[in-house]
C-alpha cells in the first residue's frame, strides 16, 4: 500500500538545499506504484512534480500539489558479440551506473563520469559533457504514460533528441521514465577531444588512455571545476550554452577575440556560458546567502539559508548583463518550480 506523506521538507531532496516543502509526497519504489498511485482519481487532477537526486532543480516556493520521488532500482547487462546493453531502473544514481560500466570496461559513458542526477532524468535533459551526449549512448527507455495509465517504450527516433532537449521536456508531465537501456561497446573508442581531458593526460604522461583514464581524469576535472553538493548547495551548470546563428558570432568574435566558442554545425556556433559570465564579472560573486562559484561562473551556489527566488533573481540579473554586454540570451538549464 503506497503511502502518501503530507507537509513534507525537500531539503533533503534537492542539490541546491532550499529549505521547501511539498503538501503531499510520495516515494515509488516498483513501476508498478505508479500504477496503484495513479487508480486514484485525485493525483491526475492534482499539480505534480516528479524528482529524482533533485540535481536539476530550483525550489522558488511552497509546493502545493504531489511530489512524485522516483526510487526505482537495479542494474543488469547483456553482452551480444562487442554491442552491450545495459539496464538500468530510474532511480539509480547517474554516477554509480557510469562506474559499473567503467568497472566492467564497457566504453561509452566514460565522459559523463560525475554528472549529479539519476538515471531516470538522463533522457529528460539529454545530458551530456566532454563531446558526449546522452543520446550516444541512448537505446531505448521505458515510461509510463499518466493519461492512459499504461506502460510505453521510447526508441532513440522517438525521444527527439536535441541540446539539452527531449520530448520528455516538450511534452512536460505526460510521461515518468521508469528505467533505460543503454547500448555500450567492448570496443573503446576513446574522446579526449573536449575541454582539458587531453592537457590532464598528458600531465598525467598517458599517452594511450583506457576508458577508466578518461573516467578519472573527467571525474578529477568535474571536481576541480564544480562544487560538492554535499558541502555548498548548488545544481551544477545553471545555464545552457547559448548556440547561435554564425552570422550573429561574427561582430561578437570580432569585439572579443577570445571568445570560447564551439562549431556547432548547420551553420550555427556554441558559445561557452561560463566564459560569457565571468567577463561581467560575476564569477565568485556573493549576493547575500547566493552567488557564484569561484571556479565556475556557470554554477549557482547556496551560502546557507538562500531561499529559491534570491537564486532566481541572482540568475536573472546575470541574465541581463550578459545579453547587455554581448547580445547572448541565456536560457536557464536548471528547472524552475
Request: glycine fraction near 10%.
Amino acid at each position: 500500500m503506497l503511502q502518501i506523506h503530507q507537509n513534507v521538507s525537500l531539503k533533503n531532496f534537492n542539490t541546491f538545499g532550499i529549505d521547501a516543502s511539498a503538501r503531499y509526497f510520495v516515494e515509488i519504489n516498483h513501476e508498478n506504484d505508479l500504477v496503484e498511485l495513479f487508480m486514484d482519481p485525485q493525483w491526475l487532477t492534482t499539480e505534480r512534480l516528479v524528482i529524482g537526486g533533485g540535481s536539476n532543480l530550483l525550489l522558488t516556493k511552497i509546493f502545493e500539489g504531489l511530489v512524485i520521488r522516483i526510487n526505482i532500482r537495479g542494474i543488469e547487462h547483456r553482452i551480444n558479440h562487442t554491442d552491450v546493453f545495459i539496464e538500468a531502473g530510474a532511480g539509480e544514481v547517474w554516477n554509480d551506473l557510469v562506474n559499473y560500466a567503467v568497472k566492467w570496461e564497457f566504453a561509452g559513458m566514460e565522459n559523463l563520469s560525475l554528472i549529479p542526477g539519476s538515471v531516470g532524468a538522463s533522457p529528460i535533459q539529454n545530458i551530456g559533457a566532454y563531446g558526449v551526449e546522452l543520446k550516444d549512448v541512448f537505446e531505448s527507455c521505458r515510461a509510463f504514460e499518466i493519461a492512459t495509465g499504461q506502460f510505453k517504450f521510447f526508441d532513440k527516433e522517438a525521444c527527439n533528441f536535441g541540446y539539452r532537449d527531449s520530448i520528455f521536456k516538450q511534452h512536460k508531465g505526460q510521461y515518468i521514465i521508469v528505467g533505460v537501456k543503454f547500448r555500450l561497446s567492448l570496443v573503446a573508442n576513446i574522446n579526449t577531444r573536449y575541454g582539458a581531458i587531453e592537457q590532464e593526460l598528458n600531465n598525467r604522461g598517458i599517452g594511450q588512455p583506457t576508458i577508466k583514464d578518461v573516467s578519472q581524469v573527467v571525474s578529477y576535472i568535474r571536481v576541480s571545476k564544480l562544487p560538492d553538493p554535499s558541502t555548498i548547495g548548488n545544481a551544477g551548470s545553471f545555464f545552457k550554452n547559448p548556440v547561435i546563428p554564425a552570422a550573429e558570432f561574427e561582430p561578437i568574435k570580432a569585439a572579443f577575440p577570445e571568445v570560447v566558442n564551439f562549431p556547432a554545425g548547420d551553420g550555427l556556433v556554441k558559445l561557452a556560458a561560463g566564459w560569457l559570465i565571468e567577463q561581467c564579472g560575476w564569477k565568485g560573486k556573493v549576493l547575500g546567502n547566493t552567488g557564484t562559484w569561484k571556479n565556475q561562473a556557470l554554477v549557482l551556489v547556496n551560502h546557507g539559508g538562500a531561499t529559491g527566488l534570491e537564486v532566481y533573481n541572482l540568475s536573472s540579473q546575470i541574465i541581463d548583463s550578459v545579453y547587455s554586454k554581448f547580445g547572448v540570451m541565456l536560457e536557464r538549464e536548471v528547472n524552475i518550480v
